[in-house]
C-alpha cells in the first residue's frame, strides 16, 4: 500500500507543477475529465493524436522555411494548425509559442520565423517528455494496484 | 434533453482528427448524439442527404470548404438549426467575417466544458 501512496502522492505533486510552470492548463484537466469505463485510454488516444499532427506539423514548417522564396502564407497555414491541436489539448507554453511564431509570419521576418520553430520545437519536445513521464506514471500506480488520482 | 427524453444532436466540422476527437467526446459527455466531418462540403453533403442536426461546431480553417463558405452555404439552404464558429483566429477582420457568414455565435478554441453548457442552455431555452 505505502508504494502505491508515494506513487500516486508523486503523480500529483507533478501534475501540479505542470500546471504551475505552465505547461499544461485547464483544458488538459477537461480532458481527464472526459476519459470513463466506456473510454479508458481516451487521453492516451488524444495525446498520441497530437504528438503524431505535431511532429508533421513541425517537418512541415522546416521544409517552408528553408525554401527559396518562403511561402509566409503556408508557413502561416501550419502555425495556425499548430496553434489549434496545442491548445485542444491543453499544452500552453506551445500554444503561446504559435501566437508569438504568428506575428512574425504576418511581418514576413524569416530570422524570426526560424528562432521560433527552434523555440517551438524545445517546448513541444519538453511537453511530450513531461506527458510521457505523467502517463508512465499512471501505469507505475495501475501495475501497484492502485487508482490515478483524479486532479481538480 | 429534448422533450420525449430524445438527446440533442450535433455535427462537429473540423480538418483536424484530434480536435474532433475531443469535441466529439465533449459534446457527447453532455448528452449529444454527435457526428464528425472534416471539412465544409462533407457537412453540406449530410444536410443534403437529409441529415439534421440541432446545432453544428464549425471550425474557420479547413480545406476543400472553410467555415465561413459552408456557413454560408448551409443558410442559403435554408438551414435555420444554431451554427457555432469555433476558430483560433482570435478577435479581428476573420473572425468577423466568419461570424457575418451566418452563425450564431464564435468561440475561440478549445472548445471546452463552459462553451458546450451554454449551447446546452440556448437549446433547452429554444426548446421550452
Redesign the interface.
Known amino acids: 500500500m505505502e508504494i502505491v501512496g508515494q506513487l500516486q502522492k508523486q503523480f500529483v505533486d507533478f501534475s501540479t507543477s505542470l500546471n504551475h510552470e505552465g505547461f499544461l492548463d485547464?483544458?488538459y484537466l477537461?480532458?481527464q475529465?472526459?476519459q470513463d469505463e466506456s473510454?479508458p485510454d481516451?487521453v492516451c488516444?488524444?495525446v498520441s493524436?497530437?504528438f503524431d499532427?505535431s511532429e508533421k506539423l513541425l517537418n512541415n514548417l522546416a521544409t517552408a522555411l528553408q525554401q527559396q522564396v518562403v511561402d509566409f502564407k503556408q508557413v502561416d497555414?501550419h502555425v495556425?494548425?499548430f496553434?489549434?491541436?496545442s491548445?485542444?489539448?491543453?499544452a500552453q507554453r506551445v500554444k503561446n509559442m504559435c501566437v508569438a511564431f504568428r506575428n512574425f509570419c504576418e511581418e514576413k521576418n524569416l530570422d524570426g520565423c526560424l528562432r521560433c520553430l527552434q523555440q517551438l520545437k524545445h517546448e513541444y519536445f519538453l511537453v511530450k517528455n513531461k506527458l510521457e513521464t505523467l502517463f508512465r506514471l499512471e501505469r507505475q500506480i495501475v501495475e501497484a494496484g492502485g487508482t490515478v488520482p483524479v486532479i481538480g | 434533453m429534448k422533450k420525449g427524453g430524445q438527446k440533442f444532436s450535433a455535427l462537429v466540422v473540423d480538418d483536424n482528427k484530434m480536435i474532433r476527437k475531443v469535441e466529439e467526446k465533449l459534446l457527447a459527455r453532455f448528452g449529444f448524439e454527435t457526428k464528425v466531418v472534416e471539412n465544409g462540403e462533407k457537412a453540406l453533403k449530410l444536410f443534403d442527404d437529409g441529415y439534421t442536426f440541432d446545432v453544428v461546431v464549425m471550425d474557420m480553417e479547413m480545406p476543400v470548404m472553410n467555415g465561413p463558405v459552408a456557413t454560408r452555404a448551409l443558410r442559403a439552404r435554408g438551414v435555420d438549426c444554431m451554427i457555432v464558429g469555433v476558430t483560433s483566429c482570435g478577435d479581428g477582420p476573420e473572425k468577423a467575417e466568419f461570424e457575418a457568414s451566418g452563425l450564431n455565435c464564435c468561440w475561440e478554441k478549445p472548445l471546452n466544458a463552459e462553451i458546450v453548457g451554454t449551447i446546452l442552455n440556448k437549446l433547452d431555452n429554444k426548446m421550452s
Open positions: 485547464e483544458q477537461q480532458l475529465k472526459l473510454n481516451f488516444e488524444v493524436l497530437f499532427d497555414a495556425h494548425q496553434k489549434g491541436s491548445s485542444s489539448i491543453g
